[in-house]
């Protein structure tokens, strides 16, 4: 997989953790906020790809983020989207680039 170069990052997000007392509360992590390339799964990929999360609708590139797991989630700063990352993310090159793939949704409380 080619890494993308840094205008490809096209998105901005939030990096959400959730709460550590109640796992339904999500706050948004201390300089958390990062650019990701934000692909839609197409055709064969997405096939492939809901044969192991059914709910899986896009593909997240970013730069190496330390401590970044499956318990976090991104919330898109120009929709206000929630993308829920489905498995702890793939270092694509050592502590360089991440690639996960994350399911999108509304977010209920905005």
């Keep these: 997989m080619a890494v993308p170069s840094a205008g490809k990052l096209h998105v901005l997000v939030v990096v959400q953790e959730q709460d550590a007392s109640d796992h339904t509360l ?3 992590c201390t300089n958390g906020q990062i650019w990701i390339n934000l692909q839609p799964l197409m055709g064969r990929e997405r096939y492939e790809a809901q044969a192991i999360h059914p ?3 896009h593909r997240v590139t970013l730069r190496y983020w330390p401590g970044l797991t499956g318990q976090h989630r991104l919330k898109r700063k120009d929709t206000g989207k929630l993308l829920e990352l ?3 993310p793939l270092e694509i090159q ?3 680039w991440f690639q ?3 399911s999108e949704r509304d977010d209920p409380d905005a």
Excluded: G
Aim: proline share 0%; charged share 25%; net charge negative.
């Design 100 to 102: 996960v793939d994350v």
């Design 55 to 57: 709910t899986v609708t």
């Design 26 to 28: 999500y706050t948004d």
């Design 86 to 88: 489905l498995s702890d």
């Design 94 to 96: 050592r502590q360089a």
